[in-house]
């Protein structure tokens, strides 16, 4: 396992990504001052995103099936929680976009390669309890540790 997305799993059988880029912001507000520079204070955390990107050819590895799966997911608007391969949980994410490119077509129209990009976005964590409430898990501040879910 790659990572996974709620119940769906990264990984050659399903979708496996090539490029995993996270980015993390931090919001500071600008105040202008008179006759000097403007002065920044820190108000909280931005955005936390991850964007997976690769390609698989279903008759190798992955399978196109997993892509509509994946597209389910994001119909429903609900948050997954997102851990990777050794056990670190990141938090709450929901899919923002997923793209995908055919290429290398079979005679019948089925596609050889398939090119796929995918985005996340981290939820606030009070607002994740309300669409994760269905998996009756205690996810506490998803801080990254399972200690607290009382499964143990």
């Not at 507000?29 to 955390?45: D, E, H, I, L, T």
């Not at 801080?143 to 879910?149: A, E, I, L, P, R």
Request: no cysteine; glycine share 12%.
């Amino acid at each position: 396992m790659m990572m996974a997305l709620g119940m769906f799993v990264f990984s050659l059988p399903t979708v496996a990504y090539q490029t995993l880029r996270r980015q993390t912001q931090w919001r500071h507000a600008s105040n202008p001052r008179m006759g000097a520079a403007p002065g920044y204070q820190y108000v909280g955390k931005g955005e936390d995103t991850f964007t997976l990107s690769g390609w698989f050819a279903p008759e190798l590895a992955g399978s196109a099936g997993a892509l509509k799966l994946l597209r389910r997911m994001g119909d429903t608007g609900k948050a997954y929680v997102l851990v990777d391969g050794s056990g670190e949980v990141y938090g709450a994410y929901t899919i923002t976009e997923i793209s995908e490119e055919q290429t290398l077509f079979y005679v019948n129209g089925q596609p050889r390669r398939l090119d796929f990009s995918m985005n996340l976005v981290r939820v606030d964590d009070s607002k994740a309890r309300t669409l994760l409430d269905d998996l009756k898990l205690p996810i506490g501040a998803l801080d990254g540790s399972v200690s607290d879910w009382g499964l143990a």
